[in-house]
C-alpha cells in the first residue's frame, strides 16, 4: 500500500467513525437522547383469554396456548436503557422479566385491578422492594397510603409515592417529559389518567371521549385529543356495541372501536393510532375477522405485547 492510498484509507474509516457517531442513539454527541415505548401487552384488566370464559372467543386461545398480557407500556432511554413502567398489571412480574431489569419507576393510571395491583409483588412477600418510585395522583396516592394492603407498601418503604397534578409535567429521568391528563372514568375509588409522554398519548380506560375535557376547556365534540398528538395508544376494549348480550353496554361505558375511528376520520389529522385494553370478547383477537380487516384498512393496529409503538424521531 502506497503512502498516499494508505492515506486515504485512514481518511476514508475516519470519516466513517463520524458518520457513525452522527447516527448514534447514545445522546452523548450532542443530538437528544432516544426513547422509545414498547407495549407489554394490550388485554383488559383481566387478561386473554378471560378465567371463566369457556365460548370461542378464549377457547380458541386456550386451544392454541395463546395468551397476552394486561395493557401496560415500557417507557425507554434508549441510550441508557433505564425504563418506567407504565401500570403496574396482575402480569408485572412476566412484563418485567420480560425487560431484563427493574423499571427505574412505575406509573399509575388508576384504581382498577388491571392498572396497579401488581403493586403486590413490590411487597414483603414479594422482592421487597426499597424506595421504588411510584407516580399517582393525589387521589390515588390517598388510596394506596389509606387501605390495605398497599398501605403496608407505603409503610414499609417498598415504594416511595410521588404524586402528580392534572395537567402539570414531570420528568422520567433525565429527558422524557410526562404530562398526566384527568380522564373520564368509572372513579370507584380514586381518579384516572391519561399520559402524554411528548407526542404520544396512552389512554387505556375511558368512558366517552366526548366527556373528556382537557385543561379546563371542551374537547369541542372530540376533535382536540386526536389532532392534539401524533401517536395515540387508545382504549380499544369493545369493538361495536353488539360485544355482550344480555348486558347493557351502557353499564360499561368505554368508547368502541367503531366510534373511535368514526372519530378520527373528522380529526384534522392523521395520527398513528393504537388499540389496546381488549376485551376478551373483542373480534380483534381474530386477525382473520372482518374487523381485523376493517382496522387495517383504517390504518390502525392492536398493540400486541413486544411492538414498539413509538420511538424519538430524530431531528
Ligand atoms: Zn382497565
Ligand atoms: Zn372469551
Ligand atoms: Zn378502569
Not at 397476552?68 to 433505564?82: H, I, K, W
Not at 427505574?104 to 409483588?121: D, E, P, R, S, V
Not at 385529543?225 to 348486558?247: H, I, N, Q, Y
Not at 353499564?251 to 376485551?279: G, K, S
Amino acid at each position: 500500500m502506497s503512502a498516499i492510498t494508505r492515506w486515504m484509507w485512514v481518511l476514508g474509516c475516519a470519516a466513517l467513525v463520524a458518520a457513525c457517531a452522527t447516527r448514534s442513539p447514545a445522546g452523548g454527541d450532542g443530538t437528544r437522547p432516544v426513547w422509545r415505548i414498547v407495549s407489554l401487552g394490550c388485554a383488559q384488566d383481566a387478561g386473554y383469554p378471560h378465567l371463566g370464559c369457556f365460548k370461542p372467543c378464549c377457547e380458541r386461545a386456550r386451544a392454541d396456548g395463546r395468551r397476552e398480557s394486561v395493557a401496560a407500556l415500557a417507557v425507554e432511554s434508549v441510550d441508557s436503557g433505564d425504563w418506567w413502567l407504565v401500570d403496574a398489571t396482575p402480569d408485572l412480574p412476566a412484563q418485567i422479566h420480560g425487560r431484563g431489569r427493574l423499571p427505574k419507576g412505575i406509573l399509575l393510571t388508576h384504581a382498577h385491578i388491571g392498572h396497579y395491583t401488581g403493586l403486590m409483588y413490590l411487597g414483603r412477600e414479594g422482592m421487597g422492594a426499597r424506595g421504588m418510585p411510584v407516580f399517582a395522583s393525589r387521589k390515588m396516592a390517598r388510596f394506596l397510603t389509606d387501605n390495605a394492603p398497599w398501605s403496608q407498601l407505603v409503610a414499609l418503604g417498598n415504594i416511595r409515592i410521588t404524586e402528580f397534578d392534572d395537567g402539570v409535567p414531570f420528568e422520567l429521568g433525565s429527558g422524557m417529559r410526562v404530562v398526566p391528563h384527568a380522564v373520564p372514568h368509572r372513579n370507584e375509588f380514586a381518579d384516572t389518567h391519561a399520559f402524554a409522554f411528548e407526542d404520544v398519548l396512552y389512554v387505556p380506560d375511558i368512558d366517552r371521549w366526548e366527556d373528556w375535557r382537557t385543561e379546563g376547556t371542551s374537547t369541542g365534540g372530540m376533535r382536540r385529543p386526536f389532532d392534539a398528538w401524533k401517536t395515540l395508544v387508545v382504549d380499544g376494549t369493545f369493538f361495536d356495541g353488539g360485544e355482550l348480550p344480555g348486558r347493557n353496554m351502557k353499564e360499561i361505558p368505554h368508547p368502541t372501536v367503531v366510534r373511535t375511528l368514526e372519530l378520527l376520520a373528522d380529526a384534522r389529522t392523521t395520527p398513528t393510532v393504537w388499540f389496546t385494553h381488549l376485551n376478551h370478547t373483542n373480534p380483534l383477537w381474530d386477525k382473520g375477522s372482518s374487523a381485523s380487516s376493517r382496522l387495517a384498512a383504517e390504518g390502525c393496529r392492536v398493540a400486541y405485547a413486544g411492538l414498539e409503538l413509538w420511538r424519538t424521531p430524530h431531528e
